[in-house]
């Protein structure tokens, strides 16, 4: 899953947690890095420059006032934790479910819908399918373009299905390995 993060990432925000909109301008820009804002805190600025700007993307995933305001709770977060780089790689996860990881990963539906499914939520992805293959979903607005080639984008979609464990080298290592099991387990159901 880290893979497939780092891949959205780089294409909404060159991988960078205090990223913003490029179009805001400076006068309007967060306080602080959004890192060591609250997720109320950034709620609030992005509620702030709302009417003043045609994005108020923020992060490394560059998420919306509203996808924010809709995806904290659920993810299992509050208004007053901070909205630092834990914080938004879970809201990414939360986001990569709601556009169906989970269905994804046990075969529900194919590595192509899932992709198309994430080029709805980020921008800058291209679509792997469709007569709109290898443009932005949202391309046409005058704002969005996909940055990410399609064939590529889909090769890091089906790596991402597979759940790889490492194996111990020695039998000592059979403790670490089951806590590092543990914690993947615990991050998929975050």
């Given amino acids: ?15 960078d947690y205090n990223a913003v909109w490029g179009g805001i301008s400076k006068k309007d820009r967060p306080p602080r890095p959004l890192t060591k804002m609250t997720v109320g805190e ?49 809201l990414a996860v939360q986001l990569m ?10 075969g529900q539906i194919s590595a192509e819908k899932f992709a198309n499914n994430l080029a709805k939520e980020w921008a800058s ?3 792997v ?15 969005n373009k996909a940055g990410a080639d399609p064939d590529e984008f889909l090769s890091v979609v089906e790596a ?4 790889t464990i490492p194996q111990p080298q020695s039998p000592s290592g059979i403790g670490d390995l089951i806590a590092r099991i543990i914690e993947a387990i615990m991050r998929l159901f975050k």
């Avoid at 479910?97 to 046990?106: A, Y």
């Avoid at 469709?130 to 979903?137: A, D, E, I, M, T």
């Avoid at 991402?160 to 759940?163: C, E, I, Q, T």
């Fill in 125 to 127: 992805l291209p679509l």
């Fill in 42 to 90: 950034v709620l609030a600025w992005q509620d702030s420059i709302d009417p003043l700007y045609r994005s108020e993307a923020a992060g490394r995933y560059q998420i919306l006032e509203d996808t924010l305001a809709d995806i904290f709770d659920p993810a299992g977060f509050s208004l007053s934790d901070r909205f630092d780089e834990n914080t938004q790689d879970a």
């Fill in 160 to 163: 991402s299905r597979v759940v």
């Fill in 97 to 106: 479910r709601r556009r169906g990881f989970d269905k994804f990963r046990s």
């Fill in 1 to 15: 899953m880290k893979e497939l993060l780092d891949y959205i990432a780089r294409y909404e925000s060159r991988g």
């Fill in 129 to 143: 399918s469709g007569p709109k293959r290898g443009r932005s979903y949202y391309a046409g607005d005058g704002l």
